[in-house]
């Protein structure tokens, strides 16, 4: 029996979540922040944000080992993510969800702490940081191949069981989202797009502190977080309409916050494309 090939492709913004911005379930349109040009075609969701052997772990002669192990996890938690997405965006068109004090379910909300978290500690920045930080730390007791083996133990526990007690980046990274109120906003038309870095982050850095959550769900949903205020307990797990205001917060939220690609489930207007060079410049 032939044996499948092993992935080389290795997306850190999965196809999963990409997807929910396709017309047609494959392929979403592009645009790049940085030459100002959009490609004319809708390319294949697989064909973006990957890096070849991402996640994969190395013996000490350079050959892969425990091959697609973090790839594989990945896969399966995917699977889980993308439920929870088609959920999410199910239950938005129920008009009574709009008068419900929880929305998400507590699984739903779990779901989407971690996928979340997974976007930050996957990002490649984040693992070459991670592996810089270990060979400035072991100095000549470890090479690039241990430090970067390290990186992904540390980022990406996901292939064992998860040990809320373990030291690894993960854990903190999730504690972040702890006691943060939940919001869906759903917007009456497809107005959203999404980028490179989807996940976009407001706050301070000493101390460490959030104060606002902000990802794009599909062309037309976005969830926000904030930290949970018990002066407005009835705004925690809420669906929301929202006004064009928001709408037009949402938006500039990812196009300065991408780091090189737009993508949108439909082209790109001239009038857009004006608009996101003028937020970049300005921001």
Known sequence: MAQNKPTTD?????QCYLKQFSSDGERIYQYD???GKQTPVPVPTKSV???KHLYEFRDSSGAFAYRNLIEKSFGIYEGEFAKTFRSVISKSRIEANYHTLCFLSPKEKALLVFFLSTMIVRNPDVLQATQETALEFFGDQITE???RNLALQTCL???KALDTEERNLLNPVMWFFEDMSFQIGVAD???FFTSDSPVILFGTNQPVKLDEVIMPISPNIVLF???YDNTRRGFYNRLTELRPEDIKYVNKAVVTHCKRWIYSQTPLTDKQIKWITKERASY
Not at 10 to 14: G, L, S
């Open 10 to 14: 290795e997306h850190y913004i999965p």
């Open 33 to 35: 922040v940085l030459s």
């Open 49 to 51: 944000c990957y890096q």
């Open 145 to 147: 191949i241990s430090a």
């Open 157 to 159: 526990p996901i292939y």
């Open 189 to 191: 038309s497809e107005v």
């Open 225 to 227: 977080m904030k930290p």
